[in-house]
């Protein structure tokens, strides 16, 4: 209780820190019913332009985007490639913030004017509280002055669904891939044991329970001690046992409170626990990353749990690790691709167990580009970079599929290997990824949902679920409550 009560305590003082950035605002409801009455941008100058196109003149983009990690190179270089292509007309000059921080800093640099972006590229999960702050503003309007229209029909409809924010008839968002925890596999592991992946959550637990008393090992390799675990699949097998994370008339939590939903939790959790707390044990509940990276490179694991955008540094570990192979070798003979689609359900041949739960990069226009020429040029970027295919093949190689089906469509992105070898093997239909949606409580909501996964794990059943549950709702519920006080 003295734990749960600090917790609680940590989470009203980091909200009297954001109060500065309007994180008191009352949102206007995620039913699409939202409207605009006084817009906070503004319009000025005017557009050049040649047989119906706009004519660019040394326009320079600043551009902050969350992307951190091993693909931030592969981003440089796509960045690149753009300004090649338009120089003289366009260039972009890219600066990269770190997830944890993304939120706060980018929200203060815009609400004070200072160093503000004028493009941002980060998780659909946190613009919904930029657009309650006034700090993003819609595309619309620049589309139809400039020509440059950016269609949603060109996009995967579950990610372009939240393009709006709540705000119909707006374009605040241009989604422009999705990504999740995802699933390596050893090739001539499963080769022993019938070389045929599992397709439902008890074919996942027979052939372990095979591999593990077989080879006396642990047959997945994954860190639960890295928040992507709590925070792509717990929620994954959430929404594939027919769960949500909130409810979308008011944000708050109905984790308990709605039965349909408690059931869901529950069987979420079970699914989790029957492969942590099964005889034999069919993977270590507290493993460290790196503890369970090696175990995998070492031949000691069928599966990894693992990020997408780490595919060529595993490649590249595995290969040196067995006397220097090729990385195309090693693709080809050694490391597989899997999806954690239908991994959760307990119930098998439902279609919400197709969903897979995770982040999706948008492109978002500061509130503080007011020339029309710039808006035009962020427009004429984000056009290029979600419906070119080459652009969207590298990306793909970076561990990204593209939200665009125009993308999806050419030569450039279906006949690249780690799209037809991986990217498309780890997102089966993208018709199903689930992003967190148009909460502007999604942190709240994510600290409170990664507790609950580490208080429910640490019970081997199910006995204590429902208290459990209806404690953290509790808990967000009261933050909320204090937000909108």
Request: proline share 3%; with cysteine.
């Amino acid at each position: 209780m003295k734990k749960k009560l600090l917790s609680l305590i940590f989470a009203f003082v980091c909200i009297f820190a954001f109060a500065g950035c309007g994180r008191g605002t009352t949102p206007s409801g995620g039913d699409g019913s939202g409207t605009i009455k006084n817009p906070w941008w503004t319009t000025e100058g005017t557009l050049e332009q040649e047989d119906g196109k706009v004519v660019f003149d040394e326009v320079e983009i600043d551009l902050t985007t969350v992307v951190n990690g091993e693909d931030l190179a592969a981003f440089n270089q796509i960045i690149a490639q753009f300004n090649a292509e338009y120089r003289g007309k366009i260039s972009v000059i890219s600066t990269s913030v770190n997830q944890a921080n993304f939120e706060t800093t980018v929200a203060q640099q815009i609400a004070n004017d200072s160093n503000a972006p004028d493009l941002i590229m980060s998780h659909q999960k946190g613009h919904k509280s930029f657009v309650e702050n006034k700090l993003i503003q819609p595309f619309n309007e620049t589309m139809e002055q400039s020509g440059i229209e950016i269609s949603l029909n060109d996009y995967a409809a579950g990610l372009a669904q939240y393009s709006n924010l709540g705000y119909e008839g707006y374009t605040f968002g241009i989604p422009a891939d999705a990504q999740s925890m995802v699933i390596y596999y050893n090739k001539n592991m499963l080769a022993r044991y019938g070389n045929k992946l599992p397709q439902t959550h008890a074919e996942l637990i027979e052939l372990c329970d095979e591999v593990a008393q077989a080879e006396n090992i642990k047959p997945i390799a994954v860190s639960t001690s890295l928040e992507f675990f709590p925070d792509y699949v717990f929620p994954t097998a959430i929404v594939q046992n027919g769960g949500s994370l909130y409810d979308t008339e008011n944000y708050y939590a109905n984790w308990a409170s709605d039965p349909a939903n408690l059931q869901a939790f529950k069987d979420a959790a079970q699914s989790l626990r029957d492969i942590f707390y099964h005889t034999p044990a069919l993977a270590d509940l507290n493993k460290g990353e790196s503890e369970a990276l090696n175990n995998f490179l070492n031949d000691k694991a069928l599966f990894y749990f693992g990020m997408p955008w780490n595919l060529n540094s595993l490649v590249e570990s595995y290969a040196q690790g067995h006397g220097n192979l090729t990385m195309d070798a090693v693709k080809e003979n050694y490391i597989g691709a899997a999806s954690v689609a239908n991994m959760f359900a307990l119930e098998s041949g439902t279609e919400d167990g197709n969903k897979i739960f995770g982040d999706s990069h948008f492109f978002a226009m500061s509130k503080t580009v007011t020339d029309v020429n710039k808006k035009a040029a962020i427009c004429e970027f984000i056009k290029w970079f979600t419906q070119t295919g080459s652009v969207g093949a590298a990306w793909a190689e970076a561990g990204h599929i593209s939200a665009s089906t125009i993308i999806a469509n050419t030569a450039e992105y279906t006949e690249n290997s780690v799209v037809t070898d991986y990217i498309t093997r780890f997102y089966p239909d993208l018709n199903y990824f689930v992003c967190a949606g148009n909460t502007p409580y999604y942190s709240d909501m994510a600290t409170q949902m990664r507790a609950l996964f580490v208080d429910l794990m640490a019970e081997s059943t199910g006995a204590k679920d429902e208290a459990i549950i209806t404690s953290a709702q509790d808990d967000l519920n009261a933050i909320i409550d204090f937000i909108l006080m």
